[in-house]
């Protein structure tokens, strides 16, 4: 069993930057597809950002804006977020995925953190 926290969501203004953390439980993170769900009120689960080893993938609406990273050692996933905008206003959910990708559906989920941007 994988247990993943999220930290890091808050209010931050448009243009401003926001970083969030996910850190899981367990001895194989290396090996995850790690992920960054969202949803917003009265919206689906969207995907936002994936990291598999060493290689990320981004949804459109958030590429050259956000970025994925991963610190191995401290079993925890990053999603920087960078110029956002009020769009980006949602419940953010950290994904992980023991093969394939966590868009093909996630293995464990992490509680969310609430990220609001302000105009």
């Known amino acids: 069993q994988v247990q993943l926290v999220e930290s890091g969501g808050g209010l931050v203004q448009a243009g401003d930057s926001l970083r969030l953390s996910c850190v899981a439980s367990?001895?194989?993170?290396?090996?995850?597809?790690m992920g960054w769900f969202r949803q917003a009120p009265g919206k689906e689960r969207e995907f936002v950002a994936e990291?598999?080893?060493?290689?990320?993938n981004y949804a459109d609406s958030v590429k050259g804006r956000f970025t994925i990273f991963r610190d191995n050692a401290k079993n925890t996933v990053y999603l920087q977020m960078d110029n956002p905008n009020v769009e980006d206003t949602a419940e953010y959910y950290c994904?992980?995925?023991?093969?394939?990708?966590?868009?093909?559906?996630?293995?464990?989920w992490g509680q969310g953190t609430q990220v609001t941007v302000s105009s």
């Open positions: 994904a992980a995925k023991r093969v394939g990708s966590v868009r093909s559906g996630a293995d464990y």
């Open positions: 367990g001895d194989t993170f290396s090996r995850f597809a």
């Open positions: 990291i598999k080893w060493s290689v990320a």
